[in-house]
């Protein structure tokens, strides 16, 4: 079982950065593959970043070049730096861990339904 924990949300102006980060309890942290996703109401959750547990990331195109996604296995927690934030960039974001594969792909990494532990969600508001 692992509990994730989102923080660094927040209300910020258009151009701005963030930096959010997941704290993992367990053990076995560097075993999963880690991914933010974030959700606006009305709409499906939408995949935002991710990370495996060797390192490779993967972004969504609407945020590539602006968010960067890292992890410390030393802490047991990813982070989701955001910069040049816009008013679109606005939601609830979700930090995932995903085990259930010895070796996540990519397309693992990027689907929502391939994630086995989720945290609470941490608001980003963005104001134009």
């Known amino acids: 079982q692992v509990q994730l924990v989102e923080s660094g949300g927040g209300l910020v102006q258009a151009g701005d950065s963030l930096r959010l980060s997941c704290a993992a309890s367990g053990r076995t942290f560097s075993s999963y593959g880690m991914g933010w996703f974030r959700q606006v109401p009305g709409k499906e959750r939408e995949f935002v970043a991710a990370i495996s547990r060797r390192g490779s990331t993967y972004y969504a195109d609407s945020v590539k070049g602006r968010f960067t996604i890292s992890r410390d296995n030393d802490k047991n927690t990813v982070y989701l730096q955001m910069n040049s934030l816009k008013p679109e960039d606005t939601a609830v974001y979700y930090c995932?861990?995903?085990?259930?594969?010895?070796?996540?792909?990519?397309?693992?990494?990027?689907?929502?339904?391939?994630?086995?532990?989720w945290g609470q969600g941490t608001q980003v508001t963005v104001s134009s």
């Open positions: 995932a861990a995903q085990g259930r594969f010895g070796i996540s792909t990519m397309t693992n990494l990027m689907r929502a339904t391939d994630y086995d532990y």
